[in-house]
């Protein structure tokens, strides 16, 4: 079976970003016993990224480079955000374990649109968070295998992503 929309597909690689020193820095691997389990076309994954693997079939190799703007973007210091610091409180207190300059945290903005923010520096008064993607600005270089593709449960498709292993479970 060859990968294509409304496939559930099954991966494993080696992504490595370029770093200041133009060389590459491995980041992220994703190996048999906890492989990348996506639905293909609704994956929310850059356009680019799934071009590079449409029509592939398991045991097939891949390996491809995506630069920033087919990627997650370039870095914008627009999206570095000094937020008063009693945004976080919780019932009056700040929790000083979650405000730790490199914690991610689940936020949301006006439009209650969900993100995720890096905490970059914690002030007195305020927190400097970074809602840029951890890999914007970033070339990416995948290396791996496609391991398996099969069809989607229509409650896969239905829902928009994987359910089982590798996927979400409600």
Do not use: C, W
Not at 69 to 76: A, H, I, K
Not at 84 to 100: C, H, I, R, S
Not at 108 to 118: E, I, P, R, T, V
Not at 119 to 138: I, Q, R, S, W
């Amino acid at each position: 079976m060859q990968i294509a929309d409304h496939k559930v597909v099954t991966l494993t690689y080696d992504l490595s970003v370029t770093n200041d020193e133009q060389e590459k820095q491995l980041v992220e691997k994703a190996e048999a016993d906890s492989p990348m389990v996506f639905l293909f076309g609704m994956s929310g994954l850059p356009e680019e990224f799934e071009d590079q693997l449409k029509g592939k079939q398991p045991g097939d190799a891949f390996s491809f480079s995506l630069t920033p703007e087919q990627g997650y973007g370039e870095y914008d210091q627009d999206a570095l955000v000094d937020l008063p610091k009693q945004v976080f409180e919780v019932d009056g207190n700040v929790d000083a374990e979650m405000l730790q300059v490199g914690n991610y945290l689940p936020m949301s903005d006006n439009h209650g649109n969900h993100l995720q923010g890096k905490v970059v520096y914690v002030g007195n008064d305020t927190v400097k968070m970074d809602f840029n993607h951890p890999l914007a600005g970033m070339t990416m270089h995948f290396e791996g295998k496609v391991v398996d593709v099969r069809d989607a449960s229509q409650e896969e498709l239905d829902h928009g992503h994987v359910h089982g292993e590798g996927g979400h479970h409600h």
